[in-house]
């Protein structure tokens, strides 16, 4: 079946620092992908979605670019801010085959003035 | 394996009936848990925080008579969906927050996840 795989954490950065929480996935059809992020005490927010091959998502100066070429879909983010401290999910969406959403672990990040 | 159940995975219910989804913590005691909608061709929708030992939260929009939840215990939330119509059909995911409860690292979980289809 359908699996995220997420980079495990917790990551500590400094403020200023670049950011790079590694996804892949495992699909058997072309699913949509999507990064969550939850900040403390909140539910789950869309932070970035990309719906096919090559496209490329992007929200508060995060990206991260669908390569089915190695079924990855890393987030990056050039300058963290102690703002960016919460738990970051890699999703995939496959509804063509009736599954809908998989999501990876998490990875917590922790950003230090 | 998994440390969050919900059931039942897939429900079928005629309209006008109400079904029950469970959320459980198998191995930690989550005081928040979170329910979400999935609308078609959509992201996840937060539809509500649940509290322990308390009322829960509704995001604008989700109507708390029809969508009752229910958090009794540490470790078991509920989400209710009363006199269900073909349009309440859609996938449900809950996830709970094991803050404080020696698990280190990510303190989300998610359930596997709810098919409604109301007929």
């Known amino acids: 079946g359908n699996s995220v795989t997420q980079m495990e954490g917790p990551v500590t950065l400094s403020e200023e620092a670049f950011l790079t929480i590694n996804c892949t996935y495992t699909a058997t059809g072309y699913p949509s992908l999507f990064w969550y992020v939850q900040y403390p005490g909140e539910g789950l927010q869309l932070l970035l979605k990309a719906t096919k091959a090559d496209d490329k998502g992007s929200n508060k100066g995060f990206e991260a670019t669908y390569r089915k070429e190695t079924t990855s879909f890393h987030l990056e983010k050039g300058s963290v801010q102690v703002s960016d401290s919460a738990v970051y999910f890699c999703?995939?969406?496959?509804?063509?085959?009736?599954?809908?959403?998989?999501f990876g672990p998490g990875t917590r990040l922790s950003v230090l003035p | 394996g998994a440390v969050v159940s919900q059931h039942p995975s897939r429900v079928i219910c005629k309209s006008g009936t109400s079904v029950k989804i469970e959320c459980r913590s198998l191995?930690?005691?989550?005081?928040?848990m979170f329910w979400y909608r999935q609308f078609p061709k959509k992201s996840l929708m937060l539809m509500a925080t649940?509290?322990?030992?308390?009322?829960?939260?509704?995001e604008q929009g989700v109507e708390k008579d029809k969508f009752l939840i229910n958090h009794a215990s540490l470790t078991l939330s509920t989400l209710t969906v009363t006199s269900a119509h073909p349009e309440d059909s859609s996938f449900y995911i809950c996830?709970?927050?094991?803050?404080?409860?020696?698990?280190?690292?990510?303190?989300?979980?998610f359930g596997e996840g709810s098919w409604l289809t109301v007929v």
């Open positions: 191995d930690f005691q989550a005081t928040t």
């Open positions: 999703a995939l969406s496959d509804q063509n085959y009736g599954q809908n959403f998989v």
């Open positions: 649940s509290n322990e030992g308390s009322k829960a939260t509704y």
């Open positions: 996830s709970a927050d094991s803050a404080g409860q020696g698990k280190g690292g990510n303190t989300i979980y």
